[in-house]
C-alpha cells in the first residue's frame, strides 16, 4: 500500500482527516501543516498519496502535483467548488461523500501505479471522451472530467478504460 499523506495548516482537522482515513481501513503516515514539507516527505518515498486542501499557505494543490515525484498522486479539497484536473490530481468539493473520499483514496492506495503517467496519446482520449460528454451531455469540462473520474472509481476500471469505453458508447 502506499504511504498516505495528509496536508492541513489546521491540525484539528488533519487529525479528523487521518481519523477518518483510518478508520475507512487505510494508514496515514505522515501529517503535516505545508506543502513544502509534503514535497520532502514525497522526495524519500516511491510512491504515495497526498489529501490536501485545493490551497496551501505556501501552495496549491496543482502547484504541488507539478512537482512531486512520479507515483504520487492528490486529493484536493476544495471548499469553494473550484475543480482543476490534472494527470496526477483529483478535486474533491467539500462537504465530502464519505463514501466518495474513501473510495478515492482506497483506489489510489492499492493500485499499483498511480494516475501520474499518462501518454499524449492517452490524455488525447480522455480529451475526446470529455468533448463527447460536452456536445453529448451538455456537460461543461469540469462535468465531464469529473463524471469520467466517478465512472472509473466504481467500475474500477482506469480513466483511461473509461474514456475509451465511453467513446465506444457514444459512438
Known amino acids: 500500500m502506499k504511504d498516505i499523506i495528509v ?6 482537522i488533519a487529525m479528523k482527516l ?3 482515513i483510518e478508520k475507512g481501513g ?3 503516515s505522515h501529517i503535516c501543516a505545508h506543502g513544502s514539507t509534503a514535497l520532502e516527505i514525497a522526495q524519500e518515498k516511491r510512491k504515495g498519496v497526498i489529501v490536501c486542501p485545493f490551497v496551501m499557505s505556501d501552495m496549491s494543490s496543482a502547484e504541488l502535483a507539478e512537482v512531486l515525484p512520479d507515483g504520487f498522486d492528490i486529493v484536493a479539497l476544495s471548499k469553494n467548488g ?3 484536473y490534472m494527470g496526477n490530481m483529483l478535486t474533491l468539493t ?3 461523500d464519505l463514501n466518495e473520499f474513501l473510495q478515492t483514496i482506497g483506489i489510489l492506495a492499492l493500485s499499483q501505479s498511480g494516475f501520474t503517467k499518462r501518454s499524449e ?7 475526446k471522451a470529455k ?10 469540462e469540469a462535468q465531464a472530467h469529473k463524471y469520467l473520474q466517478r465512472v472509473s472509481m466504481n467500475s474500477g476500471k482506469k480513466l483511461l478504460q473509461t474514456a475509451m469505453d465511453i467513446l465506444d458508447e457514444l459512438d
Open 7 to 12: 496536508v492541513y495548516p489546521s491540525k484539528n
Open 121 to 127: 496519446s492517452e490524455n488525447d482520449y480522455i480529451s
Open 82 to 84: 473550484s475543480e482543476q
Open 18 to 20: 487521518r481519523a477518518l
Open 94 to 96: 467539500m462537504p465530502l
Open 131 to 140: 468533448e463527447a460528454l460536452m456536445s453529448v451531455k451538455g456537460m461543461n
Open 26 to 28: 487505510y494508514h496515514v
